[in-house]
C-alpha cells in the first residue's frame, strides 16, 4: 500500500525541477508555502464537510486530496512519507492519552 506514496512522493520530487507552467505541483512550489498551506485548509474543509454528508466515496475523494496536498507539503520541506509512518511506527501500541502526555513534558 505504501508503494503508492513513494510512487507519489518520487513524482512531487521530479516537480520541483518543473517549471511552474507546465505542472500543477511545480505551480504549487513556486508560489511558495503559503500557497501549499492554504490549499490544505481547503482540502482539510472539504474533507469535514464530506465526513459530515455521509457520502463515503466523496470521503474517499477528498481525503484522497488532502493526503495528496499534504505529500506536496512534505516533499517541498524535504521530508518523504517515511517520515510520517516512522512517525506512526514510533506511537504504534502506545495509546493516545499516554502520546498527548509525552508531548506535554
Do not use: C
Request: proline share 1%; no cysteine.
Amino acid at each position: 500500500m505504501s508503494d503508492i506514496l513513494q510512487q507519489l512522493a518520487q513524482i512531487l520530487e521530479e516537480r520541483k525541477l518543473a517549471s511552474a507552467d507546465s505542472s500543477y505541483v511545480a505551480g504549487l512550489y513556486a508560489k511558495g508555502i503559503d500557497s501549499i498551506l492554504k490549499k490544505i485548509g481547503e482540502e482539510a474543509t472539504e474533507t469535514v464537510i464530506a465526513g459530515k454528508s455521509g457520502d463515503n466515496r466523496q470521503i474517499v475523494y477528498e481525503t484522497a486530496d488532502l493526503w495528496f496536498h499534504t505529500l506536496v507539503l512534505l516533499a517541498y520541506q524535504g521530508l518523504t512519507p517515511n517520515d510520517v509512518l516512522a512517525e506512526l511506527q514510533r506511537r504504534f501500541g502506545l495509546s493516545g492519552l499516554d502520546e498527548k502526555a509525552q508531548r506535554k513534558s
